[in-house]
């Protein structure tokens, strides 16, 4: 797996306390939420004010849930060093809806960047899944008179 630019930004600021191991940061189970880490683990439940101040001066969001921190951080470019392709059938019709309807949604927009980036670093074939479902929920949005998210074109190509 890549680490894409948002992983590497996480890894620099999430710093464990002295002496101890390096947070894990696995992809969020939640749809709502782009990572996770079990940074409270680290720290005896309670993370330290610096580094959630931190977080929050880069951009990102957090809430913590018992032992994990969960975190994103609007993307409206793919991440550096995220995925590099194949582009499938699936993602040339999400494509193509995008330039066809230019009217966008940006307060929709989170949770497709979310999804297509934690598909992106599992691989080719949930990327593909991933578009592919985005396509169908694309259509049924369409023919529901409501607004595509608003998502950049190189989400779905180099």
């Keep these: 797996m890549l680490r894409n630019a948002l992983r590497e ?81 699936e993602a040339g019709c999400c494509l193509s809806l995008l330039d066809r309807h230019p009217q966008r949604d940006v307060e929709d927009s989170g949770a497709a960047q979310r999804t297509l980036i934690k598909a992106g670093e599992e691989g080719e074939k949930a990327y593909e899944e991933t578009c592919a479902a985005l396509h169908k929920d694309w259509a049924r949005r369409l023919r529901e008179g409501k607004s595509l998210p608003a998502l950049s074109r190189r989400y779905f190509r180099i």
């Design 9 to 89: 930004e996480l890894a620099a600021v999430l710093t464990p306390p002295a002496g101890g191991r390096p947070p894990a940061i696995r992809r969020s189970p939640r749809e709502e939420w782009l990572y996770m880490t079990d940074l409270p683990v680290l720290y005896g439940g309670t993370v330290p004010n610096t580094l959630l101040t931190a977080l929050t001066g880069l951009g990102w969001e957090y809430r913590q849930e018992d032992d994990r921190l969960q975190l994103r951080k609007p993307a409206p470019e793919p991440p550096e060093h995220w995925y590099a392709g194949p582009f499938g059938p």
